[in-house]
């Protein structure tokens, strides 16, 4: 894992500045190195995108068969046939507690953790695999998780458990739904809105004021060795300003240093199709700028009340549409999933290195149930991008006749692609091992 903590160390501190001190003889001063597996600087990091919607899909029109660019697709996923070489279409996981309670709300609030849920309206899931993975990599990125959304979150009680459940699938603790951003202009503002990024001020500047403060406490000879010090931070950090004014920087560095588009509009978007684009283009420049390297991005919630007047589906709202296999079911299918491929294209087109960031992302793409009939048994699950070479896209892996199909399973398999190895999470004590 990348994040590593400092036992016993004395530090200088600034505003976003933290700098570990050398050794003196008049002040303990005891360092950490970092552990095996953290990730080299020269290579871009992977990143995680959970896309959601509720409800499932057509109960006919949700497959694929085939490898590589000879795999074929059913209908729902014909947004996605450019992608097919980078996609990994998984059947047959399910989630045991979701076959728990009651419909919607159980088989919504542990998507993405495997725990048992809590009923009577009391609130208890269990900690999400993105939520876990920014407690591990948060402190890499200015924001350590984005969770978005384009339906409002539902309060209410459905069939003894709270449609909370229903309306989150981020849990930043097991009583804790990840706060929900469903405003375009206020997701922007939480990545950009600081005038000055950390990268722009000096990191000596920044600590000048502690360094002042030690000064008085150590000996004479340590003071001339600190003096030695923050000359030598001093003068590497006008040869890395030189060297980048000159482009001879080496590494990798993200491919954007501030928004490539204005600012979003106040408020919600009346036109759904444009909210989802512009939550789309904020998990791109989010992922592109390095400001954070996890985001959730709920387009609907579970037993959703959406309307489709874009798509010419205005007489019925999604949960009522999901329960028969209508054209119009599947138009709003279709719609949904060229949500996911707008945002897939945006990130093959960024270039990192050998590799564009959709090659060095793991894209999931799920739904609660397979199909709007609550069938929960075998969960709809596609990845897309390459975890930065680790998976191998072009694949359907089916686990429907295997025992062990757990959808947690897949979590431990998608964290060990970003170096965090746990023994069990959910469910699961194992990932799987073909992906």
Same mark, same amino acid.
């Given at each position: ?362 894209? &999931? +793409?799920? $739904?609660? *149930?397979?199909?709007? @009939?609550?069938?929960?048994? =075998? ?5 897309? !991008? ?23 399973? &897949? +979590?431990? $398999?998608? *964290?060990?692609?970003? @170096?965090?190895?746990?023994? =069990? ?5 194992? !990932?799987?091992?073909?992906?």
């Amino acid at each position: 894992m990348s994040n590593y903590r400092f036992s016993r160390r004395t530090f200088l501190r600034g505003v976003g500045v933290t700098m570990a001190l050398p050794w003196m003889e008049s002040l303990n001063v005891w360092g950490d190195t970092p552990p095996a597996g953290v990730k080299p600087a020269s290579e871009a990091p992977v990143r995680l995108g959970v896309l959601f919607s509720g409800n499932g899909f057509h109960s006919t029109e949700w497959w694929a068969k085939g490898d590589g660019n000879q795999m074929e697709l059913g209908k729902v996923l014909a947004p996605l046939h450019d992608f097919r070489e980078k996609m990994v279409f998984v059947s047959g996981l399910y989630n045991e507690e979701a076959q728990k309670g009651n419909i919607h709300s159980s088989q919504t609030g542990n998507l993405l953790s495997g725990a048992p849920l809590a009923s009577g309206g009391e609130i208890r899931s269990g900690t999400s695999i993105d939520q876990l993975l920014a407690q591990r990599y948060g402190h890499s990125t200015k924001v350590s998780s984005l969770v978005l959304g384009c339906e409002k979150s539902n309060p209410a009680v459905h069939k003894n458990y709270s449609m909370l459940y229903s309306s989150h699938i981020s849990w930043t603790s097991p009583t804790t739904p990840t706060p929900l951003e469903i405003y375009p202009a206020l997701a922007f503002d939480r990545l950009f809105k600081d005038e000055v990024s950390k990268g722009d001020r000096s990191v000596l500047d920044a600590v000048l004021t502690d360094a002042k403060d030690l000064r008085r406490q150590i000996s004479a000879n340590d003071q001339h060795k600190l003096d030695e010090y923050l000359e030598s931070v001093r003068d590497v950090e006008q040869r890395i300003d030189n060297a980048g004014k000159k482009g001879e920087l080496q590494g990798w560095r993200p491919t954007l240093e501030k928004p490539n588009i204005p600012r979003p509009a106040d408020g919600i978007p009346q036109d759904i199709a444009e909210h989802m684009r512009l939550m789309g283009d904020i998990l791109v420049l989010g992922f592109q700028t390095d400001t954070t390297r996890i985001t959730t991005l709920k387009l609907n919630n579970d037993h959703s009340s959406l309307r489709f007047p874009n798509l010419g589906v205005d007489y019925m709202i999604h949960h009522l549409l999901s329960h028969n296999d209508t054209p119009d079911w599947l138009k709003v299918n279709q719609f949904f999933l060229e949500q996911v491929a707008y945002i897939a294209r945006k990130l093959d087109a960024i270039r990192e290195g050998g590799r564009t960031l959709l090659d060095n992302t793991m894209l &999931l +793409y799920c $739904s609660s *149930m397979l199909t709007g @009939n609550h069938d929960a048994t =075998k969960l709809p699950v596609l990845v897309l !991008g390459g975890a930065g070479g680790r998976i191998k896209g072009g694949r359907v892996l089916d686990y429907k006749e295997k025992p062990e199909r757990q959808m947690c399973r &897949l +979590y431990l $398999s998608m *964290m060990d692609k970003m @170096n965090v190895r746990l023994p =069990k999470f959910g469910d699961a004590t194992k !990932g799987l091992e073909e992906f």
